[in-house]
């Protein structure tokens, strides 16, 4: 089968989730593009360790994985559709790049924040008209050029949304953008019928009261976007590396870091506050608990707690037997039916008026005579008569 025809075939199943995204529609036809021109005039069975490997010589290694991956998705997806017979075929893949999970301190975020929200804009005189005493010189406006990116930072850290969604989001309903709902306080990352790729999952998210404040505020005062610029939504790229560049010029600081860094960062200060429950940090992040844990179960204060204990206490060493077990367990049994019996004790005593100078006495009684104690108060309690009783225990304590 040619190649040209699986690829088409692929492009009328997939193009359709980009028809509102012009984005990601103009990289998906770039990548179409790319494989046409160099598969377009071969068929199925050229493709092989070789021919990919050629390939893949022609474009940087992550960028010839990412084609390789749709071409591979095309050819599965025609096998599917039996427009071609199930043939074996060897995807030469260059190696996936290294995971980075670098994230933002909270000093870090503080800074770019604001950085960015005090930042003033700033006027020069170059122009013709500008008078020659003034010509050259820079004078501050009242304009703030980069508050949108503190907007950015704030809705990134605190929600771990995605940048397009973060860009895209308006506080007012409308069809094929995400909608912060302010009444509810729910942020819906994902539009009604939107197609989304189970790799990038959108769910509704409970908005931070914190951040909610912050939301109804920027709305309140004529903002219809999450993010905008003159009242239009805008793009954050080139000012946020701009303003991170700035706020930290370090070149080995800033390694790693970057827009996408803040959803890392809302899932590691997640885990860092100790929230007990990891599928609701996984559900508030859209990704499964097993990416959760792998990724940054170690920031949880939990995270190897038993090993932890093990070498702390000094068992760590010590060969612990199944009768040693078994003891344990059965010592925690008996302390609990012991336990149980003294706050039956005392449950007597509240029931029949007894003196309440018993109820230390129950407390500090050993528990293999807590049944002999038991039948000396039931039989006060039966006659009403403590006298006999009560100068022995005191006498006993």
């Known amino acids: 089968m040619p190649v040209a025809d699986v690829i088409a075939a692929y492009t009328l199943d997939v193009s359709p989730r980009f028809t509102e995204k012009p984005k990601q529609m103009r990289d998906f036809t770039k990548r179409m593009g790319a494989l046409l021109d160099f598969w377009g005039d071969k068929v199925v069975s050229d493709i092989n360790k070789k021919s990919?490997?050629?390939?893949?010589?022609?474009?940087?290694?992550?960028?010839?994985?990412?084609?390789?991956?749709?071409?591979?998705?095309?050819?599965?997806?025609?096998?599917?559709?039996?427009?071609?017979?199930?043939?074996?075929?060897?995807?030469?893949?260059?190696?996936?790049?290294?995971?980075?999970?670098?994230?933002?301190?909270?000093?870090?975020?503080?800074?770019?924040?604001?950085?960015?929200?005090?930042?003033?804009?700033?006027?020069?005189f170059t122009g013709k008209r500008a008078k020659a005493e003034k010509r050259g010189a820079t004078k501050a406006t009242a304009a703030r050029p980069t508050r949108h990116i503190a907007r950015f930072l704030l809705a990134a850290v605190y929600t771990g949304t995605r940048t397009e969604r973060i860009e895209q989001a308006s506080y007012i309903k409308e069809e094929g953008r995400p909608w912060i709902d302010l009444e509810n306080g729910i942020f819906y990352r994902s539009w009604d019928g939107e197609r989304v790729p189970d790799n990038k999952r959108a769910d509704p998210i409970r908005i931070p009261l914190r951040l909610l404040a912050h939301m109804r505020r920027w709305?309140?005062?004529?903002?219809?976007?999450?993010?905008?610029?003159?009242?239009?939504?805008?793009?954050?790229?080139?000012?946020?590396?701009r303003l991170l560049k700035r706020v930290i010029p370090n070149d080995a600081e800033r390694a790693g870091l970057n827009k996408h860094s803040c959803k890392h960062t809302c899932a590691t200060w997640a885990m860092q506050a100790g929230v007990k429950n990891y599928s609701t940090i996984a559900g508030y992040l859209s990704i499964d608990e097993k990416t959760l844990k792998k990724h940054y179960g170690h920031h949880h204060p939990d995270f190897q707690g038993e090993i932890d204990d093990a070498f702390t206490s000094g068992s760590a060493g010590r060969i612990r037997s199944r009768r040693d077990k078994d003891k344990a367990a059965a010592g925690a049994a008996d302390n609990a039916l012991t336990a149980e019996r003294r706050r039956a004790l005392v449950d007597v005593i509240d029931a029949t008026n007894g003196p309440l100078e018993l109820v230390p006495i129950i407390e500090k009684t050993p528990g293999t005579d807590l049944s002999m104690l038991r039948e000396r108060i039931l039989r006060a309690a039966r006659s009403g008569d403590w006298s006999g009783l009560v100068p022995d225990l005191v006498a006993a304590e």
């Not at 990919?52 to 599917?80: K, M, N, P, Q, W």
């Not at 039996?82 to 503080?110: C, H, S, W």
């Not at 999450?226 to 590396?241: D, H, M, Q, R, Y």
Request: proline letters at 4%; aromatic letters at 14%; a positive charge.
């Open 52 to 124: 990919c490997g050629t390939f893949a010589e022609r474009h940087a290694a992550s960028t010839a994985r990412r084609y390789l991956e749709d071409l591979r998705a095309a050819v599965e997806l025609a096998i599917a559709d039996e427009a071609m017979e199930d043939t074996r075929i060897n995807f030469k893949l260059p190696p996936a790049p290294l995971a980075r999970y670098r994230f933002y301190t909270r000093g870090q975020v503080a800074k770019l924040v604001w950085e960015s929200f005090r930042k003033k804009g700033s006027y020069s």
């Open 219 to 241: 709305h309140k005062n004529g903002a219809r976007y999450l993010i905008e610029w003159n009242g239009k939504p805008v793009g954050t790229s080139s000012a946020f590396f």
